[in-house]
């Protein structure tokens, strides 16, 4: 007479226990990611190759987003991987720094690279920067340029960087532009004109994308959040950037340095 009842509560009994079971495979895959994307994935760098032509002229290295805040060996490793490929030239566009303490030993490192590299200030360098002619003496170091409101014609490749601020000067005949702009949103004020290439940052590709839930947690272009992105005005790449903002985290959105063949 008491066979269904004890039944019943076997049958809960498992029932519970399966649910537990759940509930700590869950946990601990949650762990596993926070770990991951705390510990691993904000240095596991990406080199992304982008073919945007079938006779290419010219190859670009893109970096961008570097946020420095100290991690020496990880920009040392950046500046190591981009000087190995056989590149013409780099492009940085912007947030090298979010404060000025750490400018100068970010400028040290970069000043490593062994290619022209030429650059433009993003939003936190402008916060925090009054003046930027220590980044200037660095890109010419090089042999390129930090741009800010200039063009910089490169007669040998035939390549032209211009940036908002002179994108409607007169063009080089036969060159090919490419325009550096931190905001790859503001692709949408460019009226009656045309570029090869448009470099752009700031998002982080969203930096943390969780599945199911969102593309991206941290504040990011709705429509241009990372990759290629053919515009009217000119093929856009976003690059997701090499560092981190607000939290030292990057899930589904490895940092990346991408060599783009023009």
């Not at 399966?18 to 601990?28: D, E, K, T």
């Not at 949103?185 to 940052?201: K, P, Y």
Request: charged share 20%.
């Amino acid at each position: 007479m008491f066979s269904r009842p004890m039944n019943v509560i076997a049958v809960l009994k498992r029932a519970i226990a399966r649910a537990l079971s759940l509930v700590g495979v869950f946990m601990l895959v949650v762990v596993a990611c926070i770990i991951y994307a705390r510990y691993i994935e904000p240095t596991w760098l990406c080199v992304r190759h982008v073919r945007l032509s079938q006779v290419p002229t010219v190859r670009v290295i893109h970096i961008t987003d570097i946020h420095f805040k100290g991690d020496t060996q990880y920009l040392e490793k950046v500046v190591r991987i981009i000087n190995e490929p056989d590149a013409d030239l780099v492009c940085f566009t912007g947030d090298l720094i979010e404060d000025a303490v750490f400018l100068k030993e970010a400028l040290r490192i970069l000043s490593k690279v062994n290619k022209p590299m030429y650059g433009i200030p993003g939003n936190h360098d402008e916060w925090v920067i009054r003046s930027f002619d220590d980044y200037r003496a660095v890109f010419q170091a090089t042999g390129g340029q930090w741009l800010d409101k200039i063009s910089a014609p490169i007669p040998s490749r035939k390549v032209e960087l211009v940036t908002m601020a002179c994108m409607n000067e007169p063009k080089q005949p036969g060159y090919k532009r490419i325009l550096l702009e931190h905001y790859p949103g503001a692709v949408t004020q460019i009226r009656n004109e045309h570029f090869d290439l448009i470099l752009s940052g700031h998002t982080h590709g969203g930096q943390v994308r969780i599945p199911f839930v969102s593309r991206y947690v941290l504040p990011c272009e709705d429509t241009y959040d990372r990759g290629l992105f053919q515009t009217s005005c000119g093929p856009l790449y976003v690059n997701p950037g090499i560092g981190t903002y607000h939290t030292n985290m990057r899930f589904r959105c490895r940092p990346e340095i991408a060599v783009i063949d023009l």
